[in-house]
């Protein structure tokens, strides 16, 4: 679980409250860039409902759900920005802003103007996460998520990992679970399912 420490002062307790839901927010980002059940399970109650368009209902489905989508995308970047935080004690309402990059190959989906069947392509989008988190038992979590979308923007070529990087061979990166280097260089990569444990 990851449970967030308590202090007898208010004002720390509200830092250490927000710095628990910051962390849930990224752990978010590393279950879906990942592929990693685990990690995902963890930042949402299991009563939590989630409206993503393509899935609506509550989080166990949408973790399966998403287990089965991303690995037909050959590449997921997910990266948050701003971070608007309402507390009121054991609740928050978080607006989260996030741009998140795809790269997709057909005939997964559809493909986009100027694109040749079979060849990688690129779809970007920026959205927010309208997020509803509870603190339970010391934890924070999500309790109940809509994900908005403002734009989007797709792509008729992607970039070409075999040609390295500068000029440079550089090992590919962004792998999903167990093959990533996350999960070969840290010690203790459950760590970041199960959370800060107190």
């Known amino acids: 679980m990851a ?52 899935y609506v209902g509550l989080s166990p489905g949408f973790v399966d759900f998403m287990m089965e989508a991303l690995p037909q995308i050959e590449q997921t970047t997910h990266m948050i920005g701003n971070i608007l935080l309402n507390m009121a004690g054991e609740k928050c309402e978080a607006e989260t802003y996030v741009q998140a990059y795809h790269r997709m190959r057909a005939p997964a989906s559809p493909l986009p103007p100027g694109s040749k069947k079979g060849t990688p392509w690129d779809f970007v989008l920026g959205a927010r996460y309208i997020d509803h988190f509870e ?10 998520r809509y994900l908005c979308w403002d734009w989007c923007r797709n792509y008729s070529d992607s970039f070409d990992p075999a040609a390295g990087m500068l000029g440079l061979s550089v090992p590919r990166g962004g792998l999903r679970k167990p093959d990533d280097e996350i999960y070969k260089r840290f010690s203790i990569p459950t760590g970041f399912a199960k959370g800060r444990d107190s």
């Open 3 to 54: 449970k967030t420490l308590r202090s007898g002062d208010p004002a720390v307790q509200y830092l250490l409250d927000k710095d628990s839901i910051r962390d849930v927010l990224t752990r978010y980002c590393r279950g879906i860039d990942r592929v990693d059940s685990e990690v995902l399970e963890s930042v949402f109650w299991p009563d939590a409902p989630t409206d993503y368009f393509a």
């Open 135 to 144: 603190k339970r038992d010391d934890e924070w979590r999500i309790a109940r």
